[in-house]
């Protein structure tokens, strides 16, 4: 299976500004994918980021909110935009089925 | 209703107890996956499986297709086994669907 860096562990960030979440897998994957857990919660996926594609957005998540970029097949990045204080969770990347759906350490994210 | 549901959400137990999670699911899935979270966030995936039994080390996890339920087991149980267990399903080609989790407690 693929290994996963995912920058950085943690952030505090103050309203309206933004935070960019990062991604690096040790191996060429198709498919990554963009999970929030909110506190207490389980995982819900955000979108599933293709290379060279737009990605695919999850009923309730969109783009201006959520921008991905995928600029190769190993790396990926996920900007929480506008921040409020309802974004704080914890947000984590994944790769697809033909990686064993390796997950990324996580960002834990407090809006403040 | 939640398409995965798990069961207990939480348990507490003794070090060297015998521990079981239940996951049931209501839809169609080509795979399963029990995976574990510590407290810092990062998941781990522990198994994956479509079909009978799978064994690592202290931990086992069954699937029963046509009941459309998963079990995960501890055996022997250690305080650094305490974490949340996730049971996702696999749906059609890719995607996760995740259960609200277990949090499991061991005291020594």
């Known amino acids: 299976s693929a290994v996963i860096s995912q920058k950085p562990s943690r952030d505090i960030c103050q309203r309206g500004t933004s935070l960019t979440i990062q991604c690096q897998v040790d191996?060429?994957?198709?498919?990554m994918f963009w999970y929030r857990q909110q506190p207490g919660q389980s995982l819900t996926l955000i979108a599933t980021?293709?290379?060279?594609?737009?990605?695919?957005?999850e009923s309730g998540f969109v783009i201006d909110k959520f921008p991905i970029s995928r600029p190769n097949l190993t790396f990926s990045t996920l900007t929480v935009s506008n921040l409020s204080p309802e974004d704080s969770s914890i947000y984590l990347c994944?790769?697809?089925?033909?990686?064993?759906?390796?997950f990324g350490s996580g960002t834990r994210l407090t809006v403040v | 209703k939640n398409e995965v549901e798990q069961s207990p959400q939480n348990l507490t137990a003794q070090e060297g107890e015998f521990i079981t999670i239940n996951c049931s699911y209501s839809v169609g899935i080509s795979a399963l996956h029990w995976l574990q979270q510590h407290p810092g966030g990062g998941i781990v995936s522990l198994f994956m499986l479509s079909s009978g039994k799978k064994k690592h080390g202290r931990l086992i996890a069954t699937i029963n297709i046509q009941e459309k339920h998963s079990s995960l087991h501890i055996t022997a149980s250690h305080p650094r086994d305490s974490a949340v267990y996730i049971c996702a399903v696999i749906q059609g080609a890719q995607k996760l669907v995740f259960g609200q989790g277990t949090r499991l407690t061991i005291n020594p």
């Open positions: 191996s060429q994957v198709t498919m």
């Open positions: 980021a293709n290379q060279g594609s737009e990605a695919t957005y």
């Open positions: 994944s790769t697809g089925p033909n990686y064993g759906y390796t």
